[in-house]
């Protein structure tokens, strides 16, 4: 009991409130509090990929673009550069060249890799040190010579950059610069400053000129993503010396950038920090913003310099309970909403609205919803026998006639509601909303599954699946030959027994059609080599785009990207000439009216071929508490922590409020205990006075 | 008693040969290099030649168990299965898929992990004992029948239980402690309390009852009687007498999962954001990373193989009757 109330007073001492997780220190701090789940694998620019490492690296690497914060659809604008550049067609359109001027006078955050020193640690000193910013730290302007030294890194051999297969198909001598690395390569440090690169000159010393085979418009997006960031060959020599990787000290976990964060503590187990770069150039909250932006007071803080937050604290959080009541504690600034806890936070009305729930609006907090740059579908193998589509004449028509059948009866809509609680559109093609060639309305819908019925479209009937199944020779479900029943098989991943909920709807949709549904579950990795090796018949799968231009979701299609053929991204192995022939036209236009005709027709001939049953795409909710201002979803950039704004005074008031430590039911559990104990004591000395029973 | 112990350790070296063969059978059994490769490159955009680049840096790109193309003894030593396990017996585990050294986790991690454990096994000690001594002492009345129910309605229910309902009641409806997370020195406290008594109330049903079977097993032998018929309290023949006694199974048992204390508590930890090697472990298995799992199941072999050393010996300090040969 003593100890309990040595326990209590000292949880009295930690303030007003007993459950901050956060040290004392930071209170009325100007700090963002966020959360990660998974441990970041890479921070390296030249092989982070996720949105999850996205988080943190974009905060710290600027590659020479960025994506406008607030306007849609996105639009790219400078952010080392002085100008979003424009492509140059030489030699008759042989090559494209790219000249990319960066601003002068950027310099880097403080590191300790420029400092000339720090090059040459003894083991010891390396042993000793508990993060390499203990060391003196030093800092010094970019320059050209920086992004060419990167773009240089996608080539290294020990390092295994993910778009290096794609880049070396475009930048000029990309490939055979790999080769000659590969040669030279031995455990220490590459200066690649040694190795130039034919396609990447420098210019001068802050522009640099980058040479591509043929034409890539899509390339301007790349230099917006971290794979273009510059990296200082300094920072890769100090971390390549001896004794720093068995201390975790490496480029891949210590990002070194000229963008408004730098990344102070590492601890992937538990929490990373993010610290105002005291030597960050500068940049200013847009002044523009799309349609709404201003009601929404997103322009509230137009011009003002940013970053608004000091430092950021991710902690980890590995499991939801704790991490959702820890938002509803006021102890994070923003959640996203997983199913679990959906109908606690929000609210949908009839008419599909979604708002946040009474408990939710008590605590002023908001929700924001954007429809991802992403779709969900279940695919057709195109080499399957049955629903594939590698056959000519009246079979193929079959097969596509199935399909179609299969598509009206698999109820997207449902599947948002029940699956997603209404968060998502069913997708009309491949493309997603918000991206160049996408139609809304009637032109947009999918006449082969849809029809438009006065302000929106309507799922065509069962009776039309069952009047296409009974074309394509499957009457009533059965073979009309054979009159054997028609069995397929979808192939997925299973996450546990609550998929199971999932598996029965779906073989409820094919059962409309009289059709058998077997699902074959298996793990991911299992389930990756069967759509290598083109052995699967029906399966679910998803993309995210990397940038917001139709070529990144129409080349999902693409006949000579077949996933069991060449490994490519077309998982489905759909081929059809006329597309593939239009996409290669369209790949390299700049949006145009000619472009969204090309555009169309693909969606055209897709939606007729039907390879994929158009699936979802999902729609992200998040909340944020109501002292966090500026928060606008951004599904092609991660780079967004810069422009939050907090009102601590408000967070720490609403903080105390809401966690008061409830102290009377601790006092009743020990009344209650000392009371059950009245009659064990009694007991007790009843015993011990009793005098000895006579034996028998 | 050092020939014993020379002897032990010398048939610890098949063991974790064994178990490391196993570990590596079972894990290859679900995973290959390829899917590793893939797991640790990402879902977009890898090439088959990224795969194969990842697998040579890693030496992933041999034979598992045995290389046909080679001769001699490098038919056996040319593999991953070699290659991968012979280093762990100098305790030189080497680094991660993701490249972060091992050796630096374990280091970084053990004292979290410790700091969980160890109180969690004191305080549950004393409480366990406690109230089986409470039991034992009102044998056949009313009180011992209620104290088992409740013993065994305890253990009936799962330990996710004990610390989601712990989470709700302590952290969000009365606001005591934080609900997850963790922080060095002297702050720990407020973040260990909860799993600590978590961990300590989920304990009391298996161990109140076995620790009440050991009581009342002792209290049925003739020293207890000849205690009492000397005219001592009930209170006194419990505790100098049955407690000493008893003991000896108690700290046995205590003894054989002292040094696994050190492995953490993987459910624990995860819920309770706590950044031990329990944590580190799950985390392995999920990311598929074989030099963590593989790291992590031999140290914890041979914590267990040192548990149980341990457990012969002491049986040698708490009962004279014992001679180790």
Not at chain 1, 10 to 16: A, D, I, K, N, R
Not at chain 1, 126 to 134: A, C, D, M, N, Q
Not at chain 1, 217 to 238: R, S, T
Not at chain 2, 163 to 175: C, F, M, N, T
């Amino acid at each position: 009991m003593r100890i309990f109330l040595i326990f209590l007073l000292f949880l009295s001492g930690c303030g007003e409130v007993w459950n901050d997780p956060y040290p004392a220190a930071e209170r009325g701090k100007n700090i963002l509090y966020s959360s990660f789940a998974e441990r970041p694998k890479h921070l390296d620019p030249v092989q982070s990929y996720t949105e999850d490492e996205a988080r943190f690296t974009q905060q710290v690497y600027e590659p020479p673009l960025q994506y406008h914060y607030l306007k849609r659809p996105y639009e790219l604008i400078p952010l080392t550069a002085t100008e979003v550049p424009m492509p140059r067609l030489i030699e008759g359109g042989k090559f494209t060249v790219y000249e990319i001027r960066i601003r002068p006078g950027i310099r880097y955050q403080p590191h300790p890799g420029f400092v000339a020193a720090n090059h040459e640690l003894s083991g010891s000193r390396i042993g000793k040190l508990g993060s390499p910013y203990e060391l003196p730290l030093g800092t010094r302007e970019l320059t050209a010579d920086d992004y060419i030294y990167q773009i240089k890194r996608l080539a290294h051999p020990r390092l295994h950059s993910p778009i290096f297969g794609l880049m070396a198909e475009y930048i000029v001598g990309m490939g055979q610069y790999a080769e000659r690395l590969k040669k030279l390569s031995s455990s220490g440090w590459l200066d690649l400053r040694q190795h130039p690169l034919k396609g990447v000159e420098r210019v001068d010393s802050h522009t640099f000129r980058v040479t591509l085979n043929g034409s890539y418009p899509q390339f301007v997006y790349w230099l917006a993503m971290p794979f273009f960031a510059p990296v200082p060959w300094e920072a890769e020599k100090f971390f390549e010396q001896p004794g720093m990787a068995e201390k975790n000290f490496t480029l891949d976990w210590w990002p070194v950038g000229t963008g408004p964060y730098m990344l102070t503590e590492n601890n992937p187990n538990a929490r990373m920090v993010l610290e105002r770069n005291p030597n960050f150039h500068g940049e200013t909250y847009p002044s523009e913003g799309e349609r709404g932006d201003a009601e929404a007071g997103l322009l509230a803080d137009a011009g003002q310099p940013i970053p608004f937050v000091d430092r950021v604290v991710f902690s980890r959080e590995k499991e939801m309970i704790p991490y959702w009541n820890k938002f509803l504690q006021g102890y994070y600034d923003i959640s996203a909403i997983s199913s679990d806890v959906f109908d606690q936070a929000v609210r949908v009305s009839l008419e599909g609205d979604s708002t946040v729930s009474a408990e939710m609006e008590e605590k002023g907090i908001r929700l924001t919803t954007s429809v991802a740059t992403s779709t969900g579908y279940v695919a057709f193998n195109w080499d399957d026998p049955v629903v594939g589509g590698q056959k000519s004449g009246e079979p193929a028509e079959r097969a596509r006639k199935l399909r179609h059948a299969i598509s009206i009866a698999f109820d997207v809509e449902e599947q948002i509601s029940i699956f997603a609680n209404g968060r998502g559109i069913a997708a009309q093609g491949p493309i997603a909303p918000g991206i160049f060639g996408y139609r809304e309305g009637r032109e947009g819908i999918n006449p082969h599954v849809y029809d438009w019925t006065g302000d929106k479209p309507r799922r065509k009937s069962i009776e039309v699946a069952r009047k296409l199944l009974a074309e394509a020779g499957y009457p009533g479900g059965r073979d009309a030959k054979s009159g054997q029943p028609l069995v397929l098989y979808l192939d997925t991943v299973a996450r546990g027994p609550g998929d199971k909920s999932a598996f029965d709807w779906y073989r409820r949709q094919f059962e409309k059609l009289d059709l058998q549904l077997e699902i074959r579950t298996t793990d991911w990795n299992r389930f990756q080599e069967k759509i290598r090796k083109g052995t699967t018949q029906i399966f679910r799968l998803g993309w995210n785009a990397d940038y917001p231009d139709p070529e990144n979701f129409l080349f999902l299609l693409h006949g000579p990207q077949s996933r069991a053929r060449s490994q490519g991204e077309n998982a489905a192995n759909y081929v059809n000439a006329e597309y593939d022939a239009l996409f290669e036209k369209m790949k390299n236009m700049a949006n145009s009216p000619e472009r969204q005709r090309i555009i169309e027709r693909m969606v055209e001939i897709a939606r007729r071929d039907a390879p994929w049953v158009w699936g979802t795409h999902p729609k992200d909710y998040s909340l944020r508490h109501v002292w966090l201002a500026n928060d606008k979803p951004n599904n092609m950039a991660r780079n967004g922590i810069k422009y939050l704004k907090l009102d601590v005074e408000k967070r720490a008031a609403l903080r105390r409020e809401w966690n008061r430590p409830v102290l009377w039911p601790v006092g009743l559990i020990v009344l209650v205990l000392a009371l059950s104990a009245i009659p064990a004591v009694v007991s007790y000395r009843r015993r011990e006075r009793m005098a000895a029973r006579p034996a028998g | 008693m050092l020939a014993y112990i020379v002897r032990r350790v010398l048939y610890a070296i098949p063991i974790l040969i064994g178990v490391n063969l196993i570990t590596f059978l079972l894990f290859f059994v679900v995973n290959t290099p390829d899917d590793m490769a893939r797991m640790q490159l990402g879902a977009k955009r890898i090439t088959p030649d990224a795969i194969e680049k990842w697998k040579a840096e890693r030496g992933y790109d041999k034979p598992l168990l045995y290389n046909s193309r080679k001769s001699g003894v490098q038919k056996l030593t040319e593999t991953i299965f070699y290659e991968k396990s012979v280093r762990l017996f100098a305790f030189d585990f080497g680094a991660a898929e993701d490249k972060r050294d091992i050796a630096h986790e374990i280091r970084m991690r053990w004292a979290p992990s410790l700091a969980l454990a160890i109180p969690m096994l004191i305080v549950g000690l004393a409480v366990n004992i406690s109230f089986a001594m409470f039991m034992a002492f009102f044998r056949a009345t009313y009180l011992d029948f209620w104290g088992v129910v409740v013993c065994v309605a305890m253990m009936s229910i799962s330990t996710l239980f004990y610390i989601i309902g712990g989470q709700y009641v302590a952290s969000k409806l009365w606001h005591l402690v934080p609900i997850s997370g963790y922080a060095g020195g002297l702050d720990a406290a407020k973040f260990l309390v909860l799993p600590v008594l978590i961990g300590v109330v989920g304990g009391i049903g298996s161990g109140g009852r076995w620790y009440r079977t050991l009581f009342l097993e002792e209290m049925g032998k003739d020293y207890v009687r000849t205690a009492r018929a000397k005219g001592l309290a009930e209170s006194a023949v419990l505790f100098r007498h049955v407690l000493k006694n008893a003991m000896i199974p108690i700290l046995t048992g205590v003894v054989v999962v002292i040094p696994l204390l050190f492995m953490g508590s993987l459910l624990t930890e995860s819920f309770f954001g706590i950044p031990g090697l329990g944590s580190y472990t799950i985390d392995a298995i999920q990311a598929q990373d074989f030099a963590v799992v593989r790291s992590m199941v031999f140290i914890g072999s041979v914590l267990y193989i040192l548990g149980l050393l341990l457990t012969d010996l002491s049986y040698t300090l708490v009962d004279p009757r014992i001679r180790l040969e």
